[in-house]
Structures are given as C-alpha cells and as structure tokens.
C-alpha cells in the first residue's frame, strides 16, 4: 500500500495562492494516478484534480478548472497542486489519494490510498 503524506496547507487571504504537495512512499508507489479531493465543514468530500501517473494527463473539477494546477514529480513520487487566486470558499480539508486506475478519477471509491488531510483557509 502507498502511504501518502500532504504539506502546504495553511491560512491565507481571497485572491493568494497555495501549493500543496503531496509525497508517495511504501512497497508499490503510484501507478495509475494521483488525486486531490477536500471537505469542507459539514459537507462531503469533493473531486478537485487528478493526474495520471504516467502520461501526466490532468482533470479538474468545473470549480478549479481556471484556477488550480495539478502536476507531478516522478523522480520524487510527489504530486503537487497549485492553487491561484483562492476563495473562502475553496476552504476545506484537503486530501491527497492514489490509485491504480486510469479511469474514475473524479470518483472518491476508486482510490486505494489516501492522505491524512491538510488544512486551508482563505479569509475573505
């Protein structure tokens, strides 16, 4: 199983950006792809991004598609996600995930590994 661990979370203001990353270690590393999901409070967990491990091919969610970047690092096993000019709304626990999937990307069940979670706030 891969285990995987999120950084750059943080408290910033409307119009800031953020960059997340997420580092993939254990026995089997990602093979299909790599995605990001969030929560916010009281709601359930939501696609943002996903990327395919191989050919590095991205999709985003309608919401994030104009603001956010996913990429990724293959020599570090690291997938990052670039946040532009952010909303309050775009707060929420975000969570990094992995699968050996190429399709479902957008579907949380569909990932076998998941982060514990990084925090971001944005104040209006």
């Known amino acids: 199983q891969v285990q995987l661990v999120e950084s750059g979370g943080g408290l910033v203001q409307a119009g800031d950006s953020l960059r997340l990353s997420c580092a993939a270690s254990?026995?089997?590393?990602?093979?299909?792809?790599m995605g990001w999901f969030r929560q916010a409070p009281g709601k359930e967990r939501h696609f943002v991004a996903a990327i395919t491990w191989n050919t590095g091919q991205p999709i985003y969610a309608d919401s994030v598609k104009d603001r956010f970047a996913v990429s990724r690092d293959k020599a570090k096993n690291t997938v990052h996600l670039q946040m532009n000019t952010l909303k309050p709304e775009d707060t929420a626990v975000y969570y990094c995930?992995?699968?050996?999937?190429?399709?479902?990307?957008?579907?949380?069940?569909?990932?076998?590994?998941w982060g514990q979670g990084t925090q971001v706030t944005v104040s209006s």
């Open positions: 995930a992995a699968t050996g999937r190429y399709w479902g990307l957008q579907v949380g069940v569909n990932y076998d590994s």
């Open positions: 254990g026995r089997t590393v990602p093979t299909g792809a």
